[in-house]
Nanobody
Framework: QVQLVESGGGLVQAGGSLRLSCAASGSMLGVNTMGWYRQTPGKQRELVAHIGSGGSTYYADSVKGRFTISRDNAKNMVYLQMNSLKPEDTAVYYC????????WGQGTQVTVSS
């Protein structure tokens, strides 16, 4: 079992920045890729970014150049630095990893006002 706890969401004006953090605990042996998804009401959860244990990254086109994912393997932490935020970035953001199955955090709300 893996537990994921997010923090760092909130309300920010368009053009502002937020940094999300995710603390992972539990059976971390063998956990490789970690990442962030987001979801708005009535829509499917969508992948925002992920990062491998070696640091390889993937970003959705909608966030490239604005968001940066990083991780601290020693602390079992993953981060999402979000800059130049837009109202369309408003969503609940979920930390994610896959081990024997998909694991999700409880989610943290990000609201970007115009």
């Amino acid at each position: 079992q893996v537990q994921l706890v997010e923090s760092g969401g909130g309300l920010v004006q368009a053009g502002g920045s937020l940094r999300l953090s995710c603390a992972a605990s539990g059976s971390m042996l063998g956990v490789n890729t970690m990442g962030w998804y987001r979801q708005t009401p009535g829509k499917q959860r969508e992948l925002v970014a992920h990062i491998g244990s070696g640091g390889s990254t993937y970003y959705a086109d909608s966030v490239k150049g604005r968001f940066t994912i990083s991780r601290d393997n020693a602390k079992n932490m993953v981060y999402l630095q979000m800059n130049s935020l837009k109202p369309e970035d408003t969503a609940v953001y979920y930390c994610w990893t896959i081990h024997d199955k998909n694991y999700w955090g409880q989610g943290t709300q990000v609201t970007v006002s115009s």
